[in-house]
């Protein structure tokens, strides 16, 4: 079976722009998180979707945005880049499997460098 | 709020000599506890998991002990490959949904 997919793998970027970052769950699985990686620290949460509802958002401004398609595949959004949101992108899917904790797959990541 | 401590790296190491990194934790209640694995170019790997006190997570070698008393979860390895160089992040799920809080990462290095 096909791993969690991201796109693009990597990605450059103006400041003031915006950009569009792609996921495409394993299949069967229905939550999708976002998570940002800045170079030298562990992954930050942005976002998770269930069943395309909004189910949880971390400390990120407004200028982030995610949705949710009815394939469960996910897009993250952001506006007015700023040269600090150059980092590692990584998507996680999930099965939900309606408990407290599902273990997260992650994918490869879209590195996002911002000039 | 909930946060996780690792110790820093590089951690250089000769093949089969044992491994030890160190997290603590700091949250509300009894979180569940992971260590998961950074390749290079490739995503996260689950590499372990505890979800209460005095857990023993184990998996390809490493182990992880839940220590309430100490807030702690550090990971261990008997003998280190050049295979097992990569990043290692200790994390934390306490909240509902599935949100993970994670350390800064080592990284680890073994020479053959």
């Known amino acids: 079976d096909a791993g969690v997919t991201q796109s693009p793998t990597h990605l450059i970027k103006t400041r003031g722009q915006h950009v569009t970052l792609r996921c495409s769950p394993i299949?069967?699985?229905?939550?999708v998180s976002w998570y940002q990686q800045v170079l030298g620290q562990g992954p930050q949460f942005i976002f998770q979707y269930y069943e395309k509802e909004e189910r949880g958002r971390g400390n990120f401004p407004d200028r982030f945005s995610a949705r949710q398609f009815p394939n469960y595949s996910s897009e993250l959004n952001v506006n007015a880049l700023l040269l600090g949101d150059s980092a590692l992108y990584l998507c996680?899917?999930?099965?939900?499997?309606?408990?407290?904790?599902?273990?997260?797959?992650f994918g490869p990541g879209t590195r996002l460098t911002v000039t | 709020g909930n946060s996780v401590t690792q110790m820093e790296g590089p951690v250089t190491l000769s093949e089969e000599a044992f491994l030890t990194i160190n997290c603590t934790y700091t949250a509300t209640g009894y979180p569940s506890l992971f260590w998961y694995v950074q390749y290079p170019g490739e995503g996260l790997q689950l590499l372990l998991k505890a979800t209460k006190a005095d857990d023993k997570g184990s998996n390809k070698g490493f182990e992880a002990t839940y220590r309430k008393e100490t807030t702690s979860f550090h990971l261990e390895k008997g003998s280190v490959q050049v295979s097992d160089s990569a990043v290692y992040f200790c994390?934390?799920?306490?909240?509902?949904?599935?949100?993970?809080?994670f350390g800064a990462g080592t990284i680890l290095r073994v020479k053959s």
């Open positions: 299949s069967g699985h229905k939550s």
């Open positions: 996680a899917s999930s099965p939900d499997r309606g408990g407290d904790w599902d273990e997260q797959y």
């Open positions: 994390a934390l799920h306490r909240e509902y949904g599935n949100k993970l809080v």
